[in-house]
């Protein structure tokens, strides 16, 4: 079983439209975390949530919103699609604790046309 | 805040050839590291992490508390190892801080 799941693995669309990616963990893990990774591979924490509480929000636009109906998913919502959001994004998760590793799902390839 | 740098984007060396690949830190204290590998079109996955002091795919990273550095080892490199190498800080009790370096493409060359 697949530890740490996001569907879909590739999402083409418009300029303009409203999409969402969905991540689920299996682990019982109590945060998740969205990232981006740009063209150039740069790896950037967006959010992550800890008990249904947002815990990091690193500048990213309000365009952008994560919604996590429980703790074992936390989805990724975006309005207003811009070609600069072309990006992979992964999801991950963590049990809270201190130095505890994080598990990655396989990653959603975003292409804005 | 808790933050690592990779100087180096790009890394390449021969098949055969010993390789690091250098990270540094910006806290102080007792800081526990994680080196992550991304393979190509693969997810990101630990490849290992200071406390457990474990050898993995041949890969060491030794903590240098003088020079704040955690740099990732390998003796002889492998065609195999070509991938994206992520240093990264661990979270705190809140699950903040998993911030990672920039990243550096390790590319081994036949």
């Known amino acids: 079983d697949t530890a740490v799941s996001q569907t879909p693995k590739y999402l083409v669309t418009q300029m303009g439209n409203d999409k969402s990616i969905k991540c689920e963990q299996n682990l019982g893990h109590d945060t998740m975390y969205w990232y981006k990774q740009d063209s150039k591979k740069f790896l950037k924490i967006m959010f992550s949530y800890n008990n249904k509480e947002l815990i990091i929000n690193e500048t990213v636009p309000n365009r952008f919103s994560p919604k996590s109906p429980d703790k074992a998913h936390l989805n990724l919502h975006i309005n207003s699609l811009e070609l600069g959001d072309s990006a992979v994004y992964f999801c991950a998760s963590s049990q809270r604790g201190a130095n505890e590793k994080l598990f990655f799902g396989s990653g959603t390839q975003l292409s804005v046309l | 805040a808790q933050r690592v740098t990779q100087p180096e984007k790009l890394l390449s060396v021969f098949k055969g050839a010993p390789v690091e690949l250098k990270c540094n830190y910006s806290?102080?204290?007792?800081?526990?590291l994680f080196w992550y590998v991304q393979y190509s079109r693969q997810r990101l996955q630990l490849l290992l992490r200071h406390i457990s002091r474990e050898s993995i795919k041949g890969f060491t990273a030794d903590l240098n508390k003088g020079e704040t550095s955690f740099h990732l080892k390998k003796p002889f490199a492998q065609e195999e190892d070509s991938a994206m190498y992520y240093c990264?800080?661990?979270?705190?009790?809140?699950?903040?801080?998993?911030?990672f370096g920039p990243g550096t493409r390790l590319s081994v060359l036949p």
């Open positions: 990264a800080p661990p979270a705190d009790n809140y699950g903040q801080n998993f911030v």
């Open positions: 806290y102080s204290g007792s800081p526990e």
